[in-house]
Structure formats: structure tokens, C-alpha cells
């Protein structure tokens, strides 16, 4: 298959498209094909099938192991991103005075969680600071000392759009035994990821953005000597050894990730995210990846020749799918005329700035179609 017939291909999967110019995967996903097919034979079927959870399930974690390249067994599936780092949050076993390390710039899933731990357990929470939404690992490393027991970041910023190099911050991790958090929401289905090589030790991710599924189910991945220490928040039915076993009290926790689940997961929402993983994984995460990039760095491009100040790093290893930049106009006009005009982004930064988020499925069409808007709004 050429590019350009893999592209279009892709493309077509995106019926919607046709609706509007959708420039928003950093915000909720566009309904793709086959997640629209699983939704509907859901539907079709109403409950006149006898699911095989376990074969279902597994499909999804076979397609969610392919696309972070971990293993299944260290998956399970969570309600959403901040779900996935509260359980981590539940289950570690905490001491007065342990230190925890996040930037100001995170998302409030990533943030919150840890704050409220200040007054929980007494954690001592160290602030990054960050440049124009933009953090250096010096600025982490400088903020840890021999209390420090988390680092938590996300592999993309939703914000700046700064892709962190995980890998480097994993080694340091590793060697100062501290546990590498990772909300990786903004880089999933967007960039290749290998969680094992990275270092990372629990990733959480929901799969609504880059990933192309519904909101409400998420990915949770974790390295071994994570799941080591981290202890189930509750004892759940689904996350026993043998859930469908109902007359056995006895039961110890599964063996594999599935030890975090509490009850019934939601079923609907994992047949539509494993849609759109093996839609992904078909497609191939390399080639989304280089499409994904080269529309980012168009964007920039396009930002850049306007003198509109970008808040996105302009080396392509430094970032992904997500552009930020700050018009000379106002923003909020901009967004409000895109939004008549059916082009659809996100205004971010207190109303600062504007975000386009192109996914492969897009073209530079869709992307000179939102300044076209722009250049002529006030
Ligand atoms: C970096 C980041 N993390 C998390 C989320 C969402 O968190 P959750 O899945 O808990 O709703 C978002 C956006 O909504 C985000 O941009």
C-alpha cells in the first residue's frame, strides 16, 4: 500500500470528517468506524449473547499490551486516567514525610491525586516549576532528595504539547529506586511507546484522546516491581482468581493486574476502546506516529510564519501531536469563529492560547482550513 493510499484508508475510518474539520484529538476522540461498529453490536445483541468477558477482555489487552508494547498480564482496565494514578495512590504504602515529585503544568488528573495527599498522609509534594508549561528533567532531578519516592509526569504535556524523554527520567528512576509515574493520555495512539524500555513503573491513560475510543475506560500498566508494592484498594469480585466462582470467600486476589479491578467493568466501553486499538495496531503506530509529526510540525510552521508566539517544542523528538501558540488576535474570537465555521479546536491556558491537535486521519487541508478561519477573525 502506498502512503497515500494508507492515509486515505485511514482517513476513511473517520466518517465524521466529513461533518466537520476535526482538529481536536488532544480533546475527545472522533468516532472511528469500528468503534461505532462495536458500539452498535452491543446494541444488536442486548444482552441476547452469553459474553466471554475473559475472551473479550483479553482481546482488549492483547490490542492495549501491542500498542505500549508491555504484557497483558500487567494490564488492566480503569474508569479513566486520574482512576487508573488513584489507584497506585490507594495502594502504596505511604510514610509520613515521603516525598512526591510533579510539575505545576500537569493536567489535574495528575495533580490532585497527589495533593491531596499532603493532608492525608502527611507526603511531602514537591512543585516543579515550568517554563511557559515546559519542564526540564533538571528541574525534576533538582526537586528530589532521599525521601522521594514517586515522580510523577505525563509523557506529553496537554498543555505546551512537550513530550518528555521518559526514558532518560526511567534511568534515573531506577537508580534512585524511586517509582516512575507516567499519565501517558497525550502520547498513547499517537507515538510509539515501550513501557519496559522507558523504565516506566504504572502508566494510566483513558483512551478518549490519541487512542480513539469512547471516555471511561482506561489502560493501566505496570512494571514489575510496581505491582510488587502496590496493594489492591479493595478486594472487588472482578479481581479475585476466579470471579465467577460466587460461592468462594476464600478467594485470593488474581494473580495478574486484574487484582486492581473492583466489580463489573464496563464491557461496552472496552469492546469499543479494543476496536479502536486494533484499529490503531493495523494501521501501525510507526506510521501514525511520522503522520502525526509531520501535521505537527506543518502547524508549527503555519503559527511560526504568522509570528505567533508556539508554546510546542520545535524538534519533533520533543513532542508529538498536540500545538499550541498564542495568536495576535484573541484567542477566544478565534475559537468561537472556528467553531461556527465547524473547525474544531481547543482554547487553552486560562483562554491564552490555541491548541490544534491533528491526528494522522488529518491532512494539511483540515490544518490550513483552521488559519484560513484564523487569519480572518479578529
Ligand atoms: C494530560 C491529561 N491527563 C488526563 C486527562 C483526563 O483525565 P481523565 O481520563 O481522568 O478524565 C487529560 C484530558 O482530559 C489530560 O490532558
Not at 508549527?300 to 501558540?325: M, S
Amino acid at each position: 500500500m502506498s502512503t497515500r493510499q494508507w492515509y486515505e484508508s485511514f482517513r476513511a475510518m473517520f466518517t465524521g470528517l466529513n461533518r466537520c474539520v476535526f482538529l481536536n484529538s488532544a480533546g475527545v476522540a472522533m468516532v472511528s468506524e469500528p468503534v461505532r461498529q462495536a458500539v452498535n453490536q452491543w446494541a444488536d445483541e442486548g444482552q441476547c449473547v452469553d459474553y466471554d468477558y475473559n475472551s473479550i477482555i483479553g482481546q482488549a489487552k492483547a490490542n492495549a499490551a501491542a500498542i505500549i508494547s508491555g504484557k497483558s498480564e500487567r494490564i488492566f482496565f480503569s474508569r479513566n486516567t486520574t482512576h487508573g494514578i488513584q489507584t497506585f495512590i490507594l495502594g502504596y504504602p505511604w510514610q509520613k514525610g515521603d516525598g512526591v515529585v510533579i510539575a505545576d503544568s500537569e493536567f489535574p488528573a495528575n495533580r490532585l491525586p497527589w495533593l491531596s495527599l499532603r493532608a492525608k498522609k502527611g507526603v511531602d509534594i514537591k512543585i516543579v516549576k515550568s517554563d511557559k508549561y515546559k519542564v526540564t528533567l533538571d528541574d525534576y532531578y533538582h526537586n528530589c532528595d532521599k525521601n522521594t519516592k514517586v515522580i510523577a509526569i505525563s509523557w506529553v504535556s496537554y498543555l505546551s504539547g512537550q513530550k518528555a524523554a521518559i526514558a532518560e527520567l526511567g534511568r534515573f528512576c531506577r537508580e534512585k529506586n524511586i517509582l516512575l509515574v507516567v499519565d501517558g493520555i497525550q502520547g498513547i495512539g499517537a507515538a510509539a511507546m515501550d513501557v519496559e524500555q522507558m523504565g516506566i513503573d504504572w502508566l494510566s491513560a483513558d483512551g478518549h484522546k490519541w487512542m480513539c475510543a469512547p471516555e471511561g475506560v482506561g489502560l493501566v500498566w505496570m512494571s514489575e516491581r510496581a505491582f510488587n508494592v502496590i496493594e489492591p484498594a479493595c478486594k472487588g469480585w472482578f479481581g479475585v482468581v476466579k470471579p465467577f466462582d460466587f460461592e468462594d470467600f476464600e478467594q485470593d486476589y488474581a494473580p495478574n493486574a486484574d487484582r486492581y479491578l473492583d466489580g463489573s467493568p464496563m464491557l461496552l466501553g472496552i469492546m469499543a476502546f479494543n476496536a479502536a486499538l486494533k484499529m490503531l495496531n493495523g494501521f501501525g503506530i510507526d506510521k501514525i506516529e511520522a503522520r502525526v509529526l509531520e501535521l505537527s510540525s506543518y502547524t508549527i510552521n503555519e503559527a511560526n510564519r504568522r509570528g505567533w508566539q508556539c508554546l510546542t517544542p520545535a524538534n519533533p523528538k520533543d513532542r508529538a501531536g498536540i500545538v499550541t501558540f498564542k495568536p495576535t488576535g484573541s484567542p477566544a474570537n478565534m475559537i468561537k469563529t472556528l467553531c461556527d465555521n465547524k473547525i474544531i479546536c481547543s482554547l487553552r491556558g486560562g483562554g491564552q492560547y490555541i491548541r490544534i491537535s491533528a491526528h494522522a486521519f488529518n491532512n494539511q487541508e483540515d490544518i490550513d482550513r483552521a488559519f484560513y478561519v484564523m487569519d480572518r477573525s479578529s
